[in-house]
């Protein structure tokens, strides 16, 4: 072996080196991407629950005002299709076996429809 192909092989394997660190980097940060967002999708599903009870309430008491009834539907209606759409397809699409805390809340979401 000559110089150069000691140096080359030397340069390669730093480059490896780094490449890996960065892709280990990368990895670590999509894991906590990922844990942030199965967090958010477990809220948007409390959230909606709650919204759901009080949207049943409010149309089971005498004096509400109307406006205050039609923000309480808009506000379910836009939040159900998110959980629709967005959650419960991120759910079905990313992970293949559901842990017992996922099967809760996707069921949960699912009955109360």
């Given amino acids: 072996m000559n110089n150069n192909e000691i140096k080359n092989d030397n340069e390669y394997m730093e480059f490896s080196n780094m490449m890996k660190e960065q892709y280990d ?15 958010y999708q477990k809220e948007f599903c409390s959230i909606y629950g709650v919204l759901r ?23 379910r209606g836009a939040l159900s299709d998110l959980v629709e759409k967005d959650i419960i ?9 559901l842990d017992e805390e996922e099967q809760i809340i996707v069921q949960m979401v699912l009955n109360e429809e």
């Fill in 25 to 39: 980097q990368l990895k670590k940060e999509n894991k906590k991407l990922k844990k942030k967002i199965y967090d």
């Fill in 53 to 75: 009870i009080i949207d049943f309430m409010a149309s089971e008491l005498i004096n509400i005002p109307n406006v205050l009834i039609e923000l309480i539907e808009r506000q």
């Fill in 89 to 97: 397809k991120y759910v079905d699409e990313d992970q293949e076996e």
